[in-house]
């Protein structure tokens, strides 16, 4: 048995067809599940019996459990428990352009990075497409509103689950499903170079983000387990292929840890290395966690660094805070709720 929430349309159509059945029929069960949000196949009165029993044969309504909800002015975190009871978290946030959701899309990660809280959990599993979507579909639900933007920047790293993510990605965008713009949806990597090659090849449109926190190979190293099998030349270069093929504009994160990466002379090297690239930086205030020994830099270090960049031309932006006082902000999700 599996989800109906993990199946794209094309999938559903494929399976109506192999069953002899009408192709027509996957959109009209996306119109039932997405637009009137049934919760079970019996609800549905406008395809024949025999079409019903079949699909209840094959597909179930899951569901995720939302466990915690802890709100802040204009963000609510929640934890959800899984069928497997594994939990995960998802934030959301109100902006003045809408509404977005920060989704998880694994229990725990396996990249390592020394200033991640998300990643003090080694990955359980990857999440399923349903457990994606549901994030979303349960959220939506709560707030009883629509949700604008999503960005895949939660517990997980999203290329490590490339393929269920590709998945979710395409049910998200969907006119029948989820109908989220695919300007709207941002998916943020550690910088897996194949999969980004591959990215630009199956999906043009997503805004793509690269956790870069490292003007050179010595630095990222030392923060960064993954520049260890891509290195940054192999990263920018992914970068530049992408831009190529996609024609669209890349954000590059940089986290601000305090005598780490922040110094003047890291500002130049980074506008050396990204001179020329359709680009901008997100420069993130890091959020410090009680588990691990790094600090933010000085507001007046971040400002100066920022002013380096643009003098070199560089577009630079300040990632607003949103939710650090429920632990909801960038790199303090986890997968289990042990502290408060
Ligand atoms: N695994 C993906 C997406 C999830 S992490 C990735 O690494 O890109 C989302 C972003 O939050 C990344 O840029 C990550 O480096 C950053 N981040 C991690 N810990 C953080 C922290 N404590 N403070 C601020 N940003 C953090
Ligand atoms: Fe994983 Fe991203 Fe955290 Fe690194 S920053 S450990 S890739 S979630």
Known sequence: MKSIYGITRKKLEDYFINNGDKKFRATQIFEWIYRKNINSFDEITNINKKSITKIKENFYFNKIKIVKKQEDELVKKYLFELEDKNKIESVVMYHDYGISICISSQIGCNMGCAFCESGRLKKVRNLSVNEMILQVLEVQKD????????????????????????????????????????????????????????????????????????????????????????????????????????????????????????????????????????????????????????????????????????????NVTIRKEFGSKVSAACGQLRSESKEE
């Open 143 to 314: 707030i009883k509103e629509r949700i604008s933007h999503i960005v895949i920047m939660g517990i997980g790293e999203p290329f490590d689950n490339y393929d269920n993510v590709i998945d979710f990605i395409n049910i998200a965008n969907d006119a029948y499903a989820l109908a989220i713009g695919i300007r709207h949806i941002t998916v943020s990597t550690s910088g897996i170079v194949p999969k980004i090659k591959q990215f630009a090849d199956e999906l043009s449109g997503v805004n793509l983000a690269i956790s870069l926190h490292a003007p050179n190979d010595e630095i990222r190293n030392k923060i960064m387990k993954v520049n260890k099998a891509y290195n940054i030349e192999s990263l920018i270069n992914a970068v530049k292929e992408y831009i190529n093929k996609t024609n669209r504009r890349v954000t590059f994160e940089y986290i601000m840890l305090k005598d780490v990466n922040d110094s003047d002379n890291c500002a130049k090297e980074l506008a050396k290395l990204l001179k020329g690239i359709n680009c901008y930086v997100n420069v993130i205030p890091y959020n410090e966690t009680n588990n691990i020994g790094f600090k933010r830099s000085d507001f007046s270090q971040i400002i100066k660094f920022c002013g380096i960049l643009k003098e070199n031309n560089i």
